[in-house]
Structures are given as C-alpha cells and as structure tokens.
C-alpha cells in the first residue's frame, strides 16, 4: 500500500478538510512512493485553533517542564534513530550515513539543547538611573514555522525547539517535497504524550496552506526557512500585518583560499563545502575564488578530487551524494549547466553518478565550472546544486569585492594561515556567518542568518529565544 502522511493536529492524524493528497516522488527513480496530506486554509483554520487551546496552559508550564518535555521527545526520537534515519534517507535519496552521522543526531541536538535553553533563558534589568526596570519575556502564543526539503528534521526541530521552549505552541509546515520525518516526528511527540495541540503539522502547497497559516490573525509570529523569492513574499504579507517574522533564505557563497594554502591539502574541504547534500544546503560553497599565481593548481587539484564525488542511491555504500529533490530542482541545475556555456564557461570536471542509479532519477554529477565571469547569472544566482564555480583574483582587495559581489549575504569561507588577514577578511565580508579554515561548524549557541537577500534576522541560542518572546519592561518607581 502507498505510505500517507497525514496532518497531525491536536495529537492526531487527520486527512484534509477535502481528502486531498499530492504525490510524494522518490529522487532515485523520479516515481511517486507516498503520499501527502494537501491542506487548505480550513485546515490551517483547525490546527490553528488547536495551537490557541494548548497555548495557555503550555504557556504557563515552568520553564524546567517544558525542558523535560523537549527532552522526553529527544530520548525518544534517539531511540528510535534508526527509523527515522531510513525514513529520511528514503525521502530525499540522501546517504544514510549523512542521515545517520549528521542529520538525525543533529535533530536530537536541537530538541537537548533548547531544553537546556529553556532552563536558562534570562532577562535584563535594569536599575540606578530612574526606577527599577525588569524585563519580562512571555511567550508569543501561537507561532507558525515553515522549513524546507534540503534538510527536512534538522531544520523543522531548529525551529519547533526553540518556540516550544519559549513557551509558545506551534503549527509546524514541513515542505510537501519531504513529509516523512516531520510526520513520523510529531507522532512520536503525541506518543510520549506531549499534550495536544502543542505542536500540530500541516502538510501541502506553500502557496495555499503556507500563505493561511501566514496570514492568519492567531498567529503571532512566523519563522521561516527556505528561498528568497518565498520569503520576500511572506515578509510583505507579515509587513501588512505588522506580524514578527524570521527569513532564513538562500545563499551563494564563497570559499576564498589565499596564497599561502596548498591547492592538494585543501581541495577535500572545498569540494565537501560545494557538494556535501548534491550542494543542497544554503551554506554550501558554490564560488571558489583563489589567486591567479595559483589557478593551474587549483585546476589541478580539482580534477584530481572530483572523480571521488560520486552521485548514487542510498544502497551503493559507494555513494557520496544523493539526487537532487525533485524534478524542477535536477531541470534547474541542468539549465544553469548550459547557461554556463552561453556565459563563456566550460565543466572543468565532473564527478560521475554511478551505474547503480536508476537512470530515471534526479541525478547530477558534481562540476567544476571554470571560465564564467564573477559577474555571470551562475555566479551569482543561487543553483543549489552540485556546481561550483572557480574564478582568480588578483589581490585580497580583489578576493574581497568579488566574495561580496553577489545579492546575497549567508556565509563564507576563508582559508590562510595569515591570522591577520584572516581577521581582516572576515570583518570585511558582507555576511552572517564567516568560517576560517573550516565549513559547517555549527556552535547552537551562536547567532544564525543572512545578510541582504539572504535573510531578516537571526534565529540560534537566544536570538531564538528572544524571537519566540516578547519583551515586556516593567518599571517600579523607586
Ligand atoms: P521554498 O521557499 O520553495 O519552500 C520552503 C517552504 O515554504 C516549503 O515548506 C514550502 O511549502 C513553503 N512555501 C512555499 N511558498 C509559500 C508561500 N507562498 N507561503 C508560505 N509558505 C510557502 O524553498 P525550498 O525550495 O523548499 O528550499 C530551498 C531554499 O531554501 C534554498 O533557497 C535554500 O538556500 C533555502 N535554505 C535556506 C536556509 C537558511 O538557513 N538560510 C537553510 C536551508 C535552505
């Protein structure tokens, strides 16, 4: 029988309102292989009310219960890893040792620290100038979070952690690409009991369920992960509300090497930064920039590593990467190739996708793209996908203005062993988050988002906390 993802609200499964379900494809063969609950505004209207019965009482659970709360579902998610390692490997094709290593436990990183956040949370106050002045920090009540398909459980439990934490109650929008772990996520939080209402999942289209839940009137804040051009639209539709809202949102990013790093040393990390997920993720090091006085060996060292970076189901142990999502992500990836060509470029290299896909999935053997401008659509639009493109610059001046020559602003790497220019580097560079010899190091205390069109505030630590509150100053005369 067709698995189906169901909406789970108020602690349970439900169809839609209409009976709608959408397909489910599996990227290693392009076939469906579920599917998912398609929910409409009267959906959305339902869980929502859901959310508004739980919130008082949720609300008013010290913050130590709710931090047993997000631990009890933290055990049980650890225990039951496996299922849902299989399950999301089986959703968006991904290797199950990317699942099993990085992504699953990473949810459960997410649940245990945002209990500990619970527990330690503070406010200011404030005193010695005129009157005494606290800060209170209650919860918003109900918010919506709504997460893409790259990382499906990683970043549904980055968001529903920390407002469940804060002490708001959640409707949760996993992307319709990759239903599965958030499904099988909030039946394991009605299995240990989490009272109802507290969380509740909406499954279907962003344009129908997405846009209710956003425009709702109960919902007081949206936290958001996934592209620009939805996240333009869903920060003008909280704008008119003058609703609080978090944009995390794509990124194209750069690794800049300096002189002073060996081509053959550092190609692993570069390659890992480009490629890691089929360059799925939005930190992924799209744009590789090294000095002119080194390109011949970075050419060279490229096209020895690339032929390591092979593209397989999640059966071939070989495997490095997966497919690609879906079909409109393997046509997109596959039109940026080509455009590469009309912008001067040429595939310097390619990884290769091994005789164990089925020829009808979303596959894409990684690429170099050497020879297009740092100006070009494939260097500065977002591809998502396994292409990194290599261009030379002549001095750090240079390095600088072409890392910051995009719309974007999520990330970058900097590789030098020159302390200082590293620092300098760094605080010059028009993004979020700066890596210096290293890529994907992620310290959960620190602040997390985007530069420009790469996003609107900060979630993380308690950036997120602060998000999910709102502050109330409470002055007593002195
Ligand atoms: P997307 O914007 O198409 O969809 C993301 C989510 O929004 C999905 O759940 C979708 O159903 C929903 N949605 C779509 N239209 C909506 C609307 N009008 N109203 C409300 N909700 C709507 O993004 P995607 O293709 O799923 O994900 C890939 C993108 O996410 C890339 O651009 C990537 O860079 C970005 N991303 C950013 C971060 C970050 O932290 N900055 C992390 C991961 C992914």
């Known amino acids: 029988m067709t698995p189906r993802f169901a909406l789970h609200t108020d602690g349970e499964d439900r169809a839609s309102a209409r009976d709608a379900w959408l397909p489910v494809f599996d990227p290693c063969t392009g076939a469906a292989w579920a599917e998912v609950a398609a929910a409409d505004a009267s959906d959305a209207e339902a869980a929502v009310a859901a959310a508004q019965r739980a919130a008082p009482a949720w609300a008013a659970q010290k913050p130590s219960e709710r931090a047993r709360w997000l631990e009890r579902i933290a055990d049980a998610l650890e225990a039951d890893a496996e299922t849902f390692v299989t399950l999301e490997s089986r959703d968006t094709?991904?290797?199950?040792?990317?699942?099993?290593?990085?992504?699953?436990?990473r949810a459960v990183a997410n649940l245990r620290f945002f209990a500990a956040a619970a527990r330690t949370f503070g406010s200011e106050s404030h005193h010695?100038?005129?009157?005494?002045?606290?800060?209170?920090?209650?919860?918003?009540?109900?918010v919506a979070t709504i997460s893409p398909w790259n990382l499906p459980l990683y970043l549904f439990t980055w968001k529903l952690a920390p407002a469940l934490a804060a002490g708001c109650t959640v409707v949760a929008k996993p992307s319709e690409v990759t239903p599965a772990t958030a499904t099988a996520f909030a039946r394991l939080a009605t299995r240990v009991a989490l009272p109802k209402g507290v969380l509740n999942v909406v499954h279907g289209e962003g344009a129908v369920v997405g846009e209710a839940l956003v425009r709702h009137p109960a919902v007081k804040a949206v936290s958001f992960t996934g592209s620009t051009a939805v996240g333009r639209r869903i920060g003008a539709l909280c704008g008119e509300q003058l609703k609080k809202v978090s944009l995390e949102l794509g990124g194209k990013n750069a690794t800049l090497a300096f002189e002073d790093i060996e081509p053959r040393e550092a190609v692993g990390l570069v390659a890992r930064a480009a490629f890691q997920n089929a360059g799925q993720i939005c930190l992924c090091g799209s744009r590789l920039l090294v000095p002119r006085s080194r390109l011949d060996e970075w050419r060279n060292a490229l096209r020895a590593e690339l032929p390591s970076w092979t593209a397989g189901p999640p059966s071939d142990a070989v495997a490095r990467i997966g497919p690609l999502a879906s079909a409109v992500q393997a046509t997109k990836v596959r039109a940026y190739l080509a455009l590469a060509a009309q912008e001067g470029g040429a595939v310097l290299v390619q990884g290769r996708v091994l005789d164990s896909a089925d020829p009808a999935g979303w596959w894409q053997a990684p690429a170099v793209v050497d020879g297009v401008g740092i100006g070009s659509r494939c260097a500065t639009e977002e591809i998502f996908g396994p292409v990194l493109t290599l261009h030379a610059f002549e001095d750090e001046a240079e390095a600088l203005a072409m890392a910051n020559a995009t719309p974007y602003g999520l990330s970058a790497t900097v590789l030098t062993n020159d302390l200082a220019r590293a620092h300098r580097v760094a605080a010059s560079l028009d993004?979020?988050?700066?890596?210096?010899?290293?890529?994907?190091?992620?310290?959960?205390?620190?602040?997390?988002?985007?530069?420009r069109q790469s996003g609107v505030g900060r979630e993380g630590g308690w950036e997120a906390m602060r998000f999910f509150t709102e502050p109330r100053t409470v002055c007593l005369a002195t």
Not at 93 to 105: H, M, Q, V
Not at 128 to 142: C, K, M, Y
């Open 93 to 105: 094709g991904k290797p199950l040792a990317l699942c099993r290593d990085i992504e699953i436990p």
């Open 128 to 142: 010695g100038e005129v009157g005494l002045n606290i800060v209170l920090r209650p919860p918003l009540g109900v």
């Open 431 to 451: 993004v979020g988050l700066v890596w210096i010899n290293t890529w994907m190091q992620r310290d959960l205390r620190v602040p997390f988002g985007g530069n």
